[in-house]
């Protein structure tokens, strides 16, 4: 693998010899070309040719086709920004449903949707796919809006409108995949707003989905009931006892002002009886379920079928070919792409066989600075973006490998593909409940994932690297070792024999250390195999503990895993039992002694809080353990093991009520044990988050009556006092939308970064300092300035010699453009010099390149207030003072021992009372920590 003019190494494909390398991929063909489809055309050969292995797919829509709808906000997948909707055909790898394995693979395939984050997807991951951006969903300029974006400028869901193209996408590939209200409430959540506080956006999301005049119905909207004879509104709550009765003029409460009129206390009003109120400003009121279901009275009854099937209809015909047509042959063919620009940082390889990658893993996994499997990028795209890392060799794993994506029911075990996306496992876990056979595993997996991330990272991220990345707080890793999981791993003794030859691992002992597992550089997980569990008196609880819900890494996790065994009719007895933490150590562990210790003992709640005290011993963590919270993390374990007891005493009940019906059928001979007592308060503690249905976001504004008829919000006819003063050329009155949200909806607004850059345009990347505290020695750029494409790099004599001035500051010059040799650095990230280059990414890299040099540290770092006080450390120049009163002499004239000894209350109102003490607020943590 020789250095390119970079110093990186690649791989080189010029001659024979360099292709004797890949002995598959020779001996079938391959092609250099990614197949790319973009809004339902395809992209031309020369702009296909100019993906690169390392370079994203939102760098490609953007930079080479100037599809800018899409934006680059966290660069990690957290804010959704960048949305777009993979379209692919893909065989049925769903799991069957008897014992027999086989698939159920009757259709042959279907079109599948998902959105994805284009800042972390590669764009040679693409190949064969379908991608639709925001521009290929509707536009202005071409006046067919989609429903969608229509809802959103109606509804108010924009304002900045940065987010909006990503939030507009991510609905769209719901809406593809014909999302109920709850599945859409449950799966968008991988899309950040700053702006809006998300109510309008989801009133817009629903407006559309497949159930949504059903759910209308069946909401409170203007429901009666029965019995009672009251009416509700839109906000649910009855019309009789709102706040705002009086003035209100909606139909609900018309309806039940009529409805009411038998009340006498009301005839008695109305005839004079009562002292009347003074009158109120008529209000209106508009909510969620109010806006949805109005929303639907203005879509075109003839146009639903069109928008809905428009995924459909873009997908190209090419893309559904036989395997042995032109195009499905093409596909089929290994893809090897060099980076041949002056980035040249790596290859792209992606296998078709499972035997073409395990041979690439042989030849290139134990070579210089190795090679990385791909299939999500969601952790590989971090570590090259933000930690640098350099990976020469990138191995795409094809979807036609079966046994990396395929799910499959034995009688023994569910077989997961490593490389099956997160998403899909999801789906079929959740399609498995209620199956006998797999129920009691398929449903904590599920419950798992449904908080794993954002649905735009399980749609492509894997079960495999999750395993092979080894967090220490990864949400699955304890769930799989609770549930006894083994993993396959797959290799070849060499590239001549292509023997394949499997060894399997339990998933517990997989993990050696930390971020470290046992995988040798040349072998694969191919699949995970979970034993499935007893039809009854086994059971299987995930645990999650974070920040907030969604899209957060957990603080600590948790997978328990137990059975019981009923004694006589005495009572239940623990006879295994798994408790597998996550966040407790530098690797996922198991509670080894807790659990030994309850083998054997009651199943009671007594016995339980024994071995809470127990489990907190086990797991005891020193104040200074990396990620702090100590006494917090322990504490979470010690409930995650009681609201388990709590847990599984519910599904006990269940169970015990099915033998009751059927012993025979369960071979259980009754009466049964007495089930466990549990405390009535207690119960609320088998509620948790990671098992509960997501809450339904809804909301109610209360305004003054509108003076128009116009929009989805209508209600009240205009007094003839202001139709008068209503022309159709003013907006007085009108629920007015957004001028510029029909633009970002269908991302034509044009921001900063989406101006197109000028021809021979260079890019600037600051070289900043690493350290502070010490003296600048030197400034060495010859390394930055060997890499193709570094034009030149300047510091502070470079600027001297042309004459600049290096003092800046608004009022005093106190601050300079580049530090000089030989002064002291104040600050960690003070400008040293600017390193110039023909693209951003490539100044980056020679930024990076540059050599720094620092002298020792001659003073302790001040990093902390506490710091600052023991350094004496103080900001004593303030040019603005503002003085009113005197704090000394109050403080002196309150020093009144007498009254300090009466009650608070009892003490002169002007009294100053002294605190003393320390206080301390923590900064914030966003997701992006």
């Not at 998902?114 to 951006?133: E, W």
């Not at 580049?818 to 002291?824: A, D, I, M, N, W």
Request: with cysteine.
């Amino acid at each position: 693998m020789p250095p390119n003019k970079s110093g990186l190494n690649v791989l080189s494909y010029e001659n024979d010899d360099d292709l004797d390398l890949l002995y598959s991929f020779k001996k079938r063909g391959y092609r250099t070309t990614p197949i790319l489809y973009v809004n339902g055309k395809q992209i031309s050969p020369d702009l296909a040719r100019k993906a690169r292995p390392n370079q994203t797919l939102l760098s490609f829509l953007r930079d080479v086709l100037r599809l800018t709808g899409s934006k680059l906000g966290c660069a990690e997948g957290g804010c959704g920004a960048c949305t777009v909707m993979i379209s692919r055909f893909e065989k049925s790898n769903t799991a069957s449903s008897n014992d027999e394995g086989t698939n159920d693979d009757n259709d042959g395939g279907a079109i599948k949707h998902y959105a994805v984050n284009a800042c972390l997807m590669p764009v040679l991951a693409a190949d064969g796919c379908h991608i639709t951006t925001v521009e290929g969903v509707g536009s202005v300029k071409d006046d067919n809006l989609h429903p969608i974006q229509r809802a959103m400028v109606d509804m108010h869901g924009s304002q900045c409108g940065f987010c909006t193209p990503g939030i507009i996408v991510a609905i769209y590939s719901l809406l593809a995949n014909n999302a109920t209200t709850a599945h859409m409430e449950e799966h968008l959540d991988g899309n950040l707003c700053r702006c809006t506080g998300y109510r309008p956006i989801w009133d817009a999301a629903r407006s559309l989905c497949s159930d949504i005049e059903d759910v209308c119905t069946n909401k409170v909207h203007e429901h009666m009931n029965a019995e009672m004879g009251v009416i509700r509104g839109p906000c649910g709550t009855p019309c009789r006892s709102c706040p705002e009765r009086d003035s209100c003029e909606m139909d609900c409460n018309a309806k039940d002002k009529e409805n009411g009129k038998t009340d006498q206390k009301e005839k008695s009003m109305e005839n004079g009886g009562g002292a009347k109120s003074a009158p109120k400003e008529n209000l209106c009121c508009s909510s969620s379920v109010d806006k949805m279901s109005s929303y639907q009275s203005v879509l075109p009854k003839d146009s639903a079928s069109s928008w809905r099937n428009q995924p459909i209809d873009m997908f190209p015909d090419s893309l559904t070919s036989a395997p042995d047509s032109e195009i499905g042959m093409e596909l089929f063919k290994p893809l090897l792409v060099v980076d041949s620009t002056a980035h040249g940082r790596s290859t792209w390889m992606k296998p078709t066989t499972i035997l073409e990658l395990l041979s690439l893993l042989r030849q290139y996994g134990e070579s210089d600075n190795g090679c990385k499997i791909i299939v999500g990028n969601t952790e590989v795209g971090i570590e090259t973006k933000f930690k640098h890392a350099v990976y020469p060799c990138l191995i795409y794993p094809s979807q036609t490998i079966d046994s990396l994506y395929d799910i499959t029911i034995t009688s023994t075990h569910f077989r997961l593909g490593a490389c099956t996306s997160l998403g899909t496992v999801q789906q079929e876990c959740e399609r498995l409940i209620g199956n006998a056979n797999v129920d009691r595993i398929a449903k904590p997996i599920y419950n798992m994932l449904r908080w794993f991330a954002s649905t735009q990272i399980r749609n492509v991220a894997c079960l495999g690297g999750n395993l092979v990345t080894a967090s220490p707080i990864s949400d699955m890793n304890p769930m799989l070792v609770s549930m006894n999981a083994n993993l396959v791993v797959a290799s070849i003794s060499s590239i001549s024999e292509g023997s394949i030859t499997r060894r399997i691992i339990p998933v517990l002992d997989f993990f050696c250390s930390y971020r470290t597992v046992d995988l040798k550089p040349y072998e694969l997980v191919e699949c995970i195999d979970v034993p499935l569990t007893r039809e009854i008196f086994e059971y299987v609880v995930p645990f999650k503990q974070a920040r907030r819900r969604e899209d957060d890494i957990s603080i600590v996790t948790s997978g328990m895993r137990i059975i019981l065994a009923p004694k006589e009719s005495e009572h239940y007895v623990i006879e295994d039992m798994t408790l597998a933490f996550g966040g407790m150590a530098p690797t996922t562990i198991v509670a080894s002694e807790t659990a030994s210790n309850l083998i054997g003992m009651p199943f009671c709640a007594q016995t339980f809080k024994k071995g809470g005290e127990i489990l907190r011993e086990e797991l005891k963590l020193p104040d200074d353990v990396p990620g702090g919270q100590a006494e917090y993390r322990i504490t979470v374990a010690s409930s995650f093991l009681y609201q388990f007891f709590l847990t599984v005493a519910t599904e006990l009940k269940m169970d015990a009520d099915k033998i009751q019906m059927d012993p025979i059928k369960y071979g259980i001979s009754i009466p049964l044990p007495p089930l466990p007592l549990v405390e009535e308060e207690e119960m609320s503690g088998t509620q948790q988050f990671v098992s509960s249905k997501k809450p339904s976001s809804l909301g109610m504004q209360t305004y003054p009556t509108p003076k128009v008829v116009e929009g989805i919000e209508k209600k009240i006819s205009p007094t003839p006092a202001t139709a008068a003063l209503q022309t159709s050329s003013n907006s007085l009155g009108k629920p007015l939308p957004h001028a510029s949200a029909p633009f970002h909806c269908t991302g034509e607004a044009i921001y900063v970064d989406d101006i197109p850059t000028p021809p021979s345009t260079l890019h600037a990347f600051l070289l900043l300092a690493t350290e502070c505290d010490v003296t600048l020695k030197s400034i060495n750029k010859e390394a930055a300035l060997k890499i193709p494409g570094v034009v030149d790099v300047y510091t502070h004599d470079d600027l001297v010699k042309l004459g600049g001035e290096n003092a800046i500051g608004p009022i005093m010059h106190d601050e300079c453009v580049f530090l000089p040799v030989g002064e002291k650095i104040v600050s960690v990230g003070q400008v040293l010099g600017i390193v110039i280059g023909n693209s951003i990414e490539i100044s980056e890299i020679g930024a990076r390149s540059v050599k720094v040099e620092y002298g020792e540290k001659q003073v302790q770092t001040i990093v902390s207030i506490d710091d600052a006080i023991k350094a004496g450390s103080f900001y004593e120049f303030a040019r603005h003072t503002l003085e009113r009163g005197d704090v000394d002499s109050v403080f002196c004239s309150s020093d009144n021992k007498e009254e300090e000894k009466e009650p608070l209350s009892m003490q002169p109102r002007e009294r100053v009372v002294k605190v003393e003490g320390s206080f301390r607020c923590g900064g914030q943590e966003h997701f992006c920590e």
